[in-house]
């Protein structure tokens, strides 16, 4: 597992890559880049603790318990 951090606008999340491969990082920041202007995706974020990578997939853990599934493939 690594444990790395991602920028966005001007938030840190740190990510849980599970699949050890640097691509499914590049794929979640363009994701995230597409996503940059989605307002109700952007309200959501700010609520974001962590981000974990199981395969294709990033999981958007919140401090209350509740999980945002992206497909980054």
Known sequence: MQAISIKFINKTIPVLNYTHKHSQMDLLSKKLK????HFEFRRKLKM????EII???????????????????
């Not at 974001?48 to 981000?51: L, R, T």
């Open 34 to 37: 597409e996503l940059e202007l």
């Open 48 to 51: 974001i603790s962590f981000i």
């Open 55 to 73: 395969g294709d997939v990033a999981i958007f853990k919140y401090n209350d318990g509740t999980k945002l599934y992206l497909e980054v493939s």
